[in-house]
């Protein structure tokens, strides 16, 4: 809906055109300005909240925490645009800890907000270019290092350990881990991001000619011991594990400058969720 503002400046009026929207008409543009088409079976859509709330801003984030909501609150920002779940499982199936206190916490404090939460997951995975991958590639500043547009790279030389060590502090991250000779010398890395599972993971090992699988996460019994034992052997294969937040949030910064190509009328801002994970000491 639009509105028209009549302003008196220096004695002449001006129209000023103001846009509004509600968060269904958001989310309409939304499928509008994806390359794919909208499947009707999926995650993406309103997780808490309702589709009719006016909206005063726009935080794209990749998972809505209680921390993340805070920030939007402060930022006057009442649609969350979130590419992971909002509460602690996959379909954000609420019976699950329907009697939980901080599930109740949570809907009780988005209600007192007028938010709406939105899942954006499946379809900016599937437009083209991928938006999670596109902005984990322009995070890490490889966009000129990449092959035929196969998440491979061939970046300036390394080794396993410099390459992880590189990922943490670009990251902040106190958990990211290798697997592998550190002083192993890297140039070419296949990046296979998020929770993909080991079938992707072994069928690049098999098909694909790199240095470092670099993932966000990897069950511990099957390509972490696989590299493991590749190693032992002298083969040249490393792993790094990112984990799955800090291998894809860079999207959702993406996902904000995407948004204001066609909502060019609504505060959108990124606010990360970072990974809450911390590293214990060895003494």
């Given at each position: 809906?639009?509105?028209?503002?009549?302003?008196?400046?220096?004695?002449?009026?001006f129209?000023?055109?103001?846009?509004?929207y509600?968060?269904?008409?958001v989310?309409?543009?939304?499928?509008?300005?994806?390359?794919?088409?909208?499947?009707?079976?999926?995650?993406?859509?309103?997780?808490?909240?309702?589709?009719?709330?006016?909206?005063?801003?726009?935080a794209?984030?990749?998972?809505?925490?209680?921390?993340?909501?805070?920030k939007?609150?402060?930022?006057?920002?009442?649609?969350?645009i979130?590419?992971?779940?909002?509460?602690?499982?996959?379909?954000?199936?609420?019976k699950?800890?329907?009697?939980?206190?901080v599930?109740?916490?949570?809907?009780?404090?988005?209600?007192?907000?007028?938010?709406?939460?939105?899942?954006?997951h499946?379809?900016?995975?599937r437009?083209?270019?991928?938006?999670i991958?596109?902005?984990?590639?322009?995070?890490?500043?490889?966009?000129s290092?990449?092959?035929?547009?196969?998440?491979?790279?061939?970046?300036?030389?390394?080794?396993?350990?410099?390459?992880?060590?590189?990922?943490?502090?670009?990251?902040n991250?106190?958990?990211i881990?290798?697997?592998?000779?550190p002083?192993?010398?890297?140039?070419?890395?296949?990046?296979?991001?998020?929770?993909a599972?080991?079938?992707?993971?072994?069928?690049?090992?098999?098909?694909?000619?790199?240095?470092?699988?670099?993932?966000?996460?990897?069950?511990?019994?099957?390509?972490?011991?696989?590299v493991?034992?590749?190693?032992?052997?002298g083969?040249?294969?490393?792993?790094?594990?990112?984990?799955?937040?800090?291998s894809?949030?860079?999207?959702?910064?993406?996902?904000?400058?995407?948004?204001k190509?066609?909502?060019?009328?609504?505060?959108?801002?990124?606010?990360?969720?970072?990974?809450?994970?911390?590293?214990?000491?060895?003494?």
């Amino acid at each position: 809906m639009k509105i028209i503002y009549t302003v008196l400046f220096f004695g002449i009026l001006f129209e000023v055109h103001s846009q509004t929207y509600t968060a269904k008409e958001v989310i309409e543009l939304i499928k509008q300005n994806v390359t794919c088409e909208w499947q009707d079976e999926t995650v993406d859509n309103i997780k808490a909240g309702s589709g009719d709330t006016k909206i005063t801003g726009i935080a794209t984030t990749f998972m809505a925490t209680m921390e993340v909501l805070k920030k939007a609150v402060i930022e006057n920002c009442n649609l969350i645009i979130t590419h992971e779940p909002t509460f602690y499982n996959h379909f954000d199936d609420l019976k699950m800890l329907e009697t939980d206190p901080v599930q109740k916490a949570k809907l009780a404090y988005i209600e007192a907000n007028n938010l709406v939460v939105f899942r954006f997951h499946d379809h900016i995975h599937r437009t083209s270019p991928d938006g999670i991958s596109a902005g984990v590639i322009k995070r890490l500043g490889w966009e000129s290092f990449e092959i035929a547009k196969s998440m491979l790279f061939e970046i300036p030389k390394n080794n396993l350990k410099g390459l992880s060590d590189d990922f943490a502090n670009l990251f902040n991250s106190e958990i990211i881990r290798y697997v592998g000779d550190p002083n192993m010398e890297v140039q070419k890395v296949k990046l296979i991001l998020g929770a993909a599972g080991s079938r992707a993971h072994f069928n690049a090992f098999m098909n694909e000619d790199f240095d470092v699988l670099v993932v966000g996460e990897a069950q511990e019994w099957e390509a972490i011991p696989y590299v493991a034992d590749a190693s032992n052997i002298g083969l040249q294969k490393g792993l790094i594990v990112l984990g799955h937040t800090d291998s894809e949030e860079a999207g959702m910064d993406y996902c904000a400058d995407w948004l204001k190509n066609f909502i060019p009328n609504l505060p959108i801002k990124f606010v990360p969720s970072n990974n809450p994970m911390k590293a214990g000491k060895v003494k």
